[in-house]
């Protein structure tokens, strides 16, 4: 009696079969949690960046002067290539923070949450069809 071990081609082609249905059901999952996740550390990065803004407002009395280098924060490296971060309206007592989705990120979150915003009165804002509470979570 000669048996022989390991696996059939049908065994091998059913695995692989069952193994890229679980994949077509994870993935397009996973790439929401991305976006999510990208989206709350761009708002985090966006708190920051303010935090920045009014610590050199307490030392200087405004908002104007050379405040860009101080926004130079590691959360904005980190989402380089998802968003892009800029000051606008800058002006002794006021400006907008704004991070504007790019990539990846813009291609899978067209229409919710396109940009978001934070001014000097912690106000935020966003543009797109979403909520604040929404896309600022």
Do not use: H
Request: charge should be negative.
């Amino acid at each position: 009696m000669n048996t022989q071990k390991g696996f059939t081609l049908l065994e091998l082609v059913i695995v692989v079969a069952i193994v890229a249905i679980l994949a077509t059901i994870a993935m397009p999952s996973y790439q929401s949690y991305m976006i999510k996740t990208r989206r709350a550390a761009a708002a985090a990065c966006l708190l920051e960046m303010s935090q920045s803004l009014e610590r050199y407002y307490t030392v200087n009395m405004t908002y104007m002067g050379d405040p860009l280098p101080n926004l130079d924060l590691q959360c904005s490296n980190d989402l380089a290539g998802y968003y892009a971060f800029d000051i606008q309206n800058l002006a002794a007592r006021a400006y907008l923070l704004r991070a504007d989705p790019i990539g990846a990120q813009a291609d899978r979150d067209p229409a919710l949450c396109r940009a978001l915003t934070i001014d000097q009165a912690g106000q935020r804002g966003v543009e797109g069809e979403g909520a604040v509470n929404v896309c600022w979570k």
